[in-house]
């Protein structure tokens, strides 16, 4: 990713449950995405269980305009000619990425989720990006009463950015709409990751809207951090 896309970065990540949809629900649901990507949605990141089914569907939407991760699937992800895999923080990935090493097959772009200093100082070394969360509640996960906050990302900018050698893109999840894109954003991060921003849309037009919204806080974010160094 670090060398295919630049920031700020826009990720949008299914909802659980689209493929159960009936196939009129997942075209209109389809068409969110297409409108999404064309305002600047960077990364589309498959996250259901019907896998293989859904990557094919997203990958005719998408055509090439945007990068597709698929989760923890990495057969699903080679069959589809997706561009990665993303694996959660719980999940072992060694056996998966040993394989593709293996099997002489290493295009593929790995992300991970991470939730605290320690899981991405362990992943750091493995990834293209790190997926930090939780930024703020969420209706995803509204077991989730105490998230890490953008503390959080602050503390994983200042680390990477401490850090010798190239690091990592570090992507905001949890919670984000647009009108708090830009705090992830000031805090340290080189883009978010959104669910219901778009797949809640009730329109192509509101998709659309959502991300140029999204993507214009980000960008005046970056610029605000870069003013700052150079204050500093």
Not at 128 to 151: A, N, R, W
Not at 187 to 215: F, L, Q, Y
Request: aromatic share 4%; net charge negative.
């Amino acid at each position: 990713m670090t060398s295919i896309i630049r920031p700020p970065i826009l990720v949008h990540i299914t909802p659980d449950g689209i493929c159960r949809k009936p196939s009129a629900d997942l075209e209109q649901y389809c068409k969110l995405v297409d409108a999404a990507v064309k305002a600047g949605v960077n990364v589309v990141q498959s996250g259901n269980a019907s896998r293989a089914h859904l990557a094919s569907t997203l990958q005719r939407h998408i055509e090439g305009r945007a990068l597709l991760m698929i989760n923890s699937d990495c057969e699903a992800a080679l069959a589809s000619d997706a561009t990665g895999v993303h694996f959660p923080e719980a999940v072992d990935a060694s056996d998966a990425l040993m394989s593709l090493s293996s099997r002489g097959v290493n295009p593929l772009l790995i992300g991970r989720s991470a939730h605290s200093i320690e899981a991405a100082v362990q992943f750091c070394d493995q990834v293209d990006y790190l997926q930090i969360g939780t930024m703020f509640p969420s209706q995803t996960h509204p077991e989730k009463t105490q998230v890490e906050g953008l503390e959080l990302m602050k503390l994983m900018r200042a680390h990477f950015s401490a850090s010798v050698g190239p690091s990592p893109w570090l992507i905001g999840v949890g919670g984000i709409e647009a009108y708090n894109a830009g705090e992830v954003v000031h805090a340290g991060a080189d883009g978010v990751a959104v669910i219901r921003a778009i797949s809640g849309a009730s329109s192509e037009r509101e998709a659309a809207s959502v991300v140029s919204t999204m993507k214009e806080e980000m960008a005046e974010a970056l610029n605000a951090r870069a003013v700052e160094r150079l204050d500093y």
